[in-house]
């Protein structure tokens, strides 16, 4: 299994829009619409925000949104808010029932 | 709605074996096309894929455990279970347990709380 690739952290001011990138290669991210994106805060479980790419389960906030190109998927987060300050985990399907997660980001709200 | 919970020891002995039960409420593995994972997360350290089995036993493991671990489903107590053997420190994480989608794939989303597990002597 190939790992994903993350930047280390990401940060923002209150109102304003950023975005997390995830590479991978053609045997995850680029050869399959299986991303996924989750939030965890310190202390607590993972939660799903986005599924198969740009798919929001319900109840999650429509400020987060997913993207694929090529072998990189991206997290946006828009109209940043104190409490998206967490860690973000992409993770992708790698063939053969298997998965990658990514290494994690950490965004901060300045 | 469907909530899991995972239960066991804490502590595990270096070079014994680690066992973990997830408990699904909620709704019924048996009657379910999910499949249902295992994923740990070392203390300070990032997630990672130990594996999956649908509700008729069939697993998929992550190749860098497959060795040591084996993972089980009971359908008559709505659980299922993990075994990871020949433990090292490298092991201490907390330990999730969660719902895949359908036919194994899709996202995780369902995920209990974590029980942490800490190897050492």
Not at chain 1, 80 to 98: I, K, M, R, T, V
Not at chain 2, 61 to 88: A, G, H, M, W, Y
Request: aromatic letters at 8%; charged letters at 15%; proline letters at 5%.
């Amino acid at each position: 299994q190939s790992a994903l690739t993350q930047p280390a952290s990401v940060s923002g001011s209150p109102g304003q829009s950023i975005t997390i990138s995830c590479a991978g290669t053609s045997s995850d991210i680029g050869g399959f619409i299986l991303v996924s994106w989750y939030q965890q805060h310190p202390g607590k479980a993972p939660k799903l925000i986005i599924s198969e790419v740009n798919k929001r389960p319900s109840g999650v906030s429509d400020r987060f949104s997913g993207s694929k190109s090529g072998n990189t998927a991206s997290l946006t987060i828009s109209g940043l808010q104190a409490d998206d300050e967490a860690e973000y985990y992409c993770c992708s399907y790698a063939g053969s029932s298997s998965y990658v997660f990514g290494p994690g980001t950490r965004v901060t709200v300045l | 709605q469907v909530q899991l919970q995972e239960s066991g020891p804490g502590l595990a002995k270096p070079s014994e074996t680690l066992s973990l039960t997830c408990s699904v409420s909620g709704g019924s593995i048996s009657g379910d096309s999910h499949y249902w994972a295992w994923i740990r997360q070392p203390p300070e350290k990032g997630l990672e894929w130990i594996g999956t089995i649908s509700n008729s036993g069939n697993t998929y493991l992550n190749p860098s455990l497959k060795s040591r671990v084996t993972i089980s489903v009971d359908t008559s107590k709505n659980q299922f279970s993990l075994r990871l053997n020949s433990v090292t420190a490298a092991d201490t994480s907390v330990y999730y347990c969660a719902r895949l989608g359908s036919w194994g794939l899709g996202a995780f989303d369902i995920w209990g709380q974590g029980t942490m597990v800490i190897v050492s002597s």
